[in-house]
């Protein structure tokens, strides 16, 4: 159980979104873990069982790249969330985590989390802003730390041809149609799976089907709508651009929501692009139709949001990646 400091500090941390009571439901439930000095809590290339929160201490953040030893990225303290990446997207930790000092974490564990996605959604709803919210903190420092990178880089600079390409390149409406896959394919796809029928169904009532040529910016620098589109054909990169340059992150392939950074944060300023490798088919969620069904259909709402953070984690790991290889590349120099 929580000392009264260590609570205070959390609720301090964590009440713009989870309440009091949701705090204590969570410690309540969860394990308290302790680590040594130089104890690694999370190892690169394993699998995450669940999501940590830091209670006091400090962990530092390495990652090992094939024949180029360790490198250090950051460090965290007591109210940081450590695992979401490997736990929200199913995939090895991009990093690892040691324990710097004494460090004591919450442990919010897989049947926790399944737990809330059953009986309270809501509250899991208010967690995952939690960790959208922190995620965006992260991108947005590592982010301004490879746009300096970039900045004072003899890296090759765009066309400003090229730059006009993109800016005129704009994605059209189409009806269903129009393309091939048929409109129960949409329904049925993967990334649906924990929808009802009728929640897919009424979901799709509120997306818009667009088609984009190759080269076509969906997300630009800076944007602030709070624009979500899913993938339905063809592919979609990530990008920071900065001067002209161009640091690829990621390839978004099909049956994938990604949003823009703008959903969960739009204070902060940007410079990463959503741009189509080929010719797309997507739907797109507007603002607006974010802002009826978060108003309206909760239950929707609640599962949706699953998507969107589980799109801001991956855009993370793809910003921490870039990070990672800029890191040996200056270490190396």
Known sequence: MLNQESYQSLHEYLSRHLSAKELEMMISHNPVMFFQP??????????ATGIYLIISGTVLVTAKMLGEGITQLETLDHGNFIGEASFIEHIPCPTSMTAQNEVECLFLTKTYIEFLTAYYPEIKYHLYRAISAQVCARIKQVHDKIIKFMSESNMLSRPFFGDIIHSLTKPQEIHQEDISISSQEIHDMYLFQGFSSNEVTELLKHTILLKAGKNCTLIH??????SNYIVIQGAVQTSIVQDNKIAKLSIIGPATLFTSISCEDLALSYTITFTTREETILLKLSDTGLDYIEK?????WYKLYNLICRSLVALEKSVDKLDIRLNVETYNR
Not at 221 to 226: C, D, P, S, V
Not at 296 to 300: F, H
């Open 38 to 47: 130089g104890e690694t809590i999370l190892h690169q290339g394993k699998y």
């Open 221 to 226: 620098k800076g944007e602030k709508n709070a």
């Open 296 to 300: 309206n259909l909760p239950t929707i």
